[in-house]
């Protein structure tokens, strides 16, 4: 029976470690630190839970059905959990996170050596996807080209950032301001929200999966230890980045103290730490940091799409890659004004999908549970979505009066009544 030696299994966590550590991982944290000021502890716990607890569940809940979104959406049927799992690679494929990594990469390390203008940046992109679909095309080397090659150079710039961030503070921590004075561990949740890190997940469980089986590693029981492991190193290495960065956007605050993205922050950071030297180690942290995410995401969009409609990977590879690209010439502002409402749409359902799936061991027909609560889940999640678009008009006035509504989070109350409810209707029901 095959298995991994210790150097590979370290490897895969750091790949794993890679393809989550993409642009909002790096700009959102510091942004976080510093509105939350001296409220960033719950905060960062907020943060933490949608960052780095909700993508290790996603994981291990992926590894048990075998590393594929369609076995998790199983419960609901083939059409309903193909139009999920069609959305969620979208959303985290060519739409926003694919082209986010490229725009986010040009706007810190590359953007202020050029003047205004969408010259530069396309320039950038298509070399920028052009590294990453060469990279794409050879998915069974992808543990030798990210996790023993490039992560080690993203690991080494994130730890000379971290401990400046905490040895060298740019300043004392600042006051909490805006709603994190009130709730600053809902704000911390909703703000992880914006790394697409659960929706990565789902996305990079079957790249985690493919590469294990790549090693030759054929026991199911093996492929599920690995993808649990590989998850858990990912899982600490992003919460001491996500402290780090949020610590250095608190005690930031007089560098940008209006900022509304984390860029401004790290670049005020390490260019009043490090100067000129600063700016070079941002550039390489933010274009590693991306690359790698971009990597596992047209990956893993290639498999799904290749295997859903029955076309060559590499045709997909090279159609989401110039898609990506396109896309990213919006720029980052447009990217991020409008993917907010459509993640907040989509996490309730992602959220309900993953727990409950964790929890099959407890169902008689998990179809009875899963239904009505993931109705719910997209119902109340489109209205909140809905009311970060600014559309609040089109939400009736009584799903706004809902518990925690106001704080983005009308979907609570009504999914779990869902799901007591199905857990009700399953136990009660005759059995299957």
Not at 128 to 148: E, Q, T
Not at 160 to 189: H, K, M, N, T, W
Not at 308 to 316: E, N
Not at 351 to 360: D, F, R
Request: proline share 5%.
């Amino acid at each position: 029976m095959q298995t991994l030696k210790l150097s590979d299994l370290i490897a895969l966590g750091f790949m794993t470690f890679a393809l989550f550590l993409g642009a909002g991982n790096i700009i959102f944290p510091p942004l976080v630190g510093l509105l939350a000021g001296d409220d960033m502890g719950p905060a960062a716990l907020g943060f933490l839970l949608t960052g780095v607890g909700l993508p290790l569940l996603t994981i291990v809940a992926l590894a048990r059905v075998g590393g594929g979104i369609a076995a998790l959406t199983a419960p609901v049927g083939r059409v309903a959990g193909t139009t999920f799992g069609v959305l969620v690679y979208l959303a985290i494929g060519p739409f926003f996170a694919s082209p986010r990594t490229a725009t986010v990469s040009f706007e810190i390390g590359f953007s202020r050596f050029f003047d205004v203008g969408t010259g530069p940046l396309l320039v950038y992109s298509v070399i920028y996807f052009a590294v990453v679909m060469l990279i794409a095309l050879y998915p069974s080397r992808l543990i030798d080209n990210v996790g023993k090659f490039i992560t080690p150079v993203l690991i080494a710039a994130l730890v000379l950032l971290g401990a400046a961030a905490l040895l060298e503070p740019a300043g004392d921590i600042g006051d909490s301001r805006g709603a994190y004075q009130s709730a600053p561990l809902v704000q911390g949740f909703l703000h992880g929200y914006q790394t697409m890190d659960a929706l990565g997940a789902l996305v990079f469980g079957i790249v985690i999966v493919n590469a294990i089986r790549g090693r030759n590693v054929t026991d199911i029981r093996l492929q599920t230890y690995y993808a649990i492991w590989a998850a858990v190193i990912a899982a600490v290495g992003l919460a001491l980045v996500y402290v780090s960065l949020i610590y250095l956007g608190a005690t930031s605050a007089g560098l940008h103290p209006d900022a509304t993205t984390g860029v401004p922050v790290l670049a005020g950071f390490t260019q009043q730490t490090f100067g000129h030297f600063g700016s070079v180690v941002l550039a390489a942290v933010i274009v590693c940091a991306c690359l790698t995410t971009a990597v596992g995401l047209i990956t893993a969009c290639g498999e799904y799409f290749s295997a859903l409609l029955g076309v060559s990977y590499r045709k997909v590879v090279v159609l989401f890659c110039v898609c990506s690209m396109v896309v990213a010439n919006l720029g980052l502002t447009q990217l991020i004004a409008v993917s907010v409402p459509v993640l907040v749409g989509m996490y309730p359902v992602a959220i309900t999908l993953v727990l409950l799936s964790l929890m099959g061991r407890f169902w008689r027909s998990a179809p009875r549970v899963f239904v009505p609560a993931l109705a719910v889940a997209t119902v109340f999640g489109v209205a909140d979505g809905l009311n970060a678009a600014g559309l609040g008009a089109w939400v009736p006035a009584w799903v706004n009066a809902l518990p925690a509504a106001s704080l983005g989070l009308a979907w609570l109350v009504p999914v779990f009544v869902a799901v007591v409810a199905g857990v009700l209707f399953d136990r009660l029901a005759p059995a299957p």
